[in-house]
């Protein structure tokens, strides 16, 4: 199973960006998929999430900023960062559940999520 992300970089704040994540090799036929998220000194979380059928979840701090989606044809992850803020600064994180839908307090929780991706680090200059 390989896990890989794209789409990292350096921006000003309020600048964009869009994160791809492909996964190749998966037996499962369907799966949920999150981003995470860990700044230096910190603990890793969990930023955006979406189920199978397409059900998403945001932590609090990226809603209205930040969207997940998908291309099941491509297996591809995206996640579209927009308005971004220097606390966005972090190396992020692909994440694969077997799980085709987790219940919502459930969603950021690592145990989760068996295949990881190595990350694509974002940095946002103030």
């Known amino acids: 199973v390989r896990v890989v992300e794209s789409g990292g970089g350096s921006v000003q704040a309020g600048g964009s960006l869009r994160l791809s994540c492909t996964v190749s090799?998966?037996?499962?036929?369907?799966?949920?998929m999150a981003w995470f998220r860990q700044a230096p000194g910190k603990e890793r979380e969990g930023v955006a999430y979406?189920?199978?059928?397409?059900?998403?979840t945001y932590v609090d701090s990226v809603k209205g900023r930040f969207t997940i989606s998908k291309d099941n044809a491509k297996s591809t992850l995206y996640l579209q960062m927009n308005t971004l803020k220097p606390e966005d600064a972090a190396m992020y994180y692909c994440?694969?559940?077997?799980?085709?839908?987790?219940?919502?307090?459930?969603?950021?929780?690592?145990?989760?999520?068996?295949?990881w991706g190595q990350g694509t680090q974002v940095t946002v200059s103030a």
């Open positions: 979406i189920s199978s059928d397409g059900d998403t």
């Open positions: 090799g998966y037996t499962y036929n369907t799966y949920s």
């Open positions: 994440a694969v559940s077997s799980v085709v839908y987790l219940a919502y307090s459930e969603r950021f929780v690592e145990d989760y999520y068996g295949e």
